[in-house]
């Protein structure tokens, strides 16, 4: 099993910046490919980026590309998500997820973990 708990979504201006945080606990951190998805209110859950077990390589939706960034602290059992040049319509509410392969994230197969969510507002 493996817990995720999310933190720092919020409330912030159209064009600011905000980072999210995913703490893992339980198995081994290093052994999951970590992802960010999101949902806004009245839309399907999508995907936002992902990151390989090692933090090399990362994926991304391509309205984030250039404006989110990925990463994550094998050492820490954290991954995060800077999120910058925000826009309202990026506000959702932000789910981190655990996965053995990546390759689920982009598929949209089913995800091994869940965290609860973070909730972030955009205004304009």
């Known amino acids: 099993q493996v817990q995720l708990v999310e933190s720092g979504g919020g409330l912030v201006q159209a064009g600011g910046s905000l980072r999210l945080s995913c703490a893992a606990s339980g198995r081994t951190f290093s052994s999951y490919a970590m992802g960010w998805f999101r949902q806004a209110p009245g839309k399907e859950r999508e995907f936002v980026a992902a990151i390989r077990r090692s933090g090399g390589i990362t994926y991304y939706l391509d309205s984030v590309k250039g404006r989110f960034t990925i990463s994550r602290d094998n050492a820490k059992n954290t991954v995060y998500l800077q999120m910058n040049s925000l826009k309202p319509e990026d506000t959702a509410v932000y789910y981190c997820?655990?996965?053995?392969?990546?390759?689920?994230?982009?598929?949209?197969?089913?995800?091994?973990?869940w965290g609860k969510g973070t909730l972030v507002t955009v205004s304009s």
């Open positions: 997820a655990a996965d053995e392969s990546y390759l689920d994230f982009l598929k949209g197969a089913r995800v091994d973990y």
